[in-house]
């Protein structure tokens, strides 16, 4: 079965770091884009940063200047460093992927359990 598996959250001071990883298992072909979303209590979710297999990215603007989003193709993962954290930035955040698998034939949107970031003021 594929899927993906966050770790790294908890609970920083505003103006900390923390930083997101997360793992895609199982059978898979080939994962395309790759990124982040959060989502507060009380809002949608909302994509934070994606990247493409290629390794473009693109960020949300309240976030531009302090997230990096990276990946390693090898290992299948994805990665958020999140840096100079507001309490705004409080959420859970979910890992998200597209996939190629063998079981689907085709391409499949996946998203991750979600872990809880938590800042601080």
């Known amino acids: 079965q594929v899927q993906l598996v966050e770790s790294g959250g908890g609970l920083v001071q505003a103006g900390g770091s923390l930083r997101l990883s997360c793992a895609a298992s199982?059978?898979?072909?080939?994962?395309?884009?790759m990124g982040w979303y959060r989502q507060a209590p009380g809002k949608q979710r909302e994509l934070v940063a994606v990247?493409?297999?290629?390794?473009?990215?693109n960020y949300a603007d309240s976030v531009k200047g302090r997230f990096t989003i990276s990946r390693d193709n090898a290992k299948n993962t994805v990665s958020l460093q999140m840096n100079r954290l507001k309490p705004e930035d409080t959420a859970v955040y979910y890992c998200?992927?597209?996939?190629?698998?063998?079981?689907?034939?085709?391409?499949?949107?996946?998203w991750g359990q979600g872990t809880q970031v938590t800042v601080s003021s």
């Open positions: 998200n992927a597209d996939l190629y698998t063998p079981q689907a034939m085709g391409v499949t949107n996946l």
């Open positions: 199982g059978s898979i072909f080939s994962i395309y884009a």
């Open positions: 990247i493409t297999k290629g390794g473009s990215t």
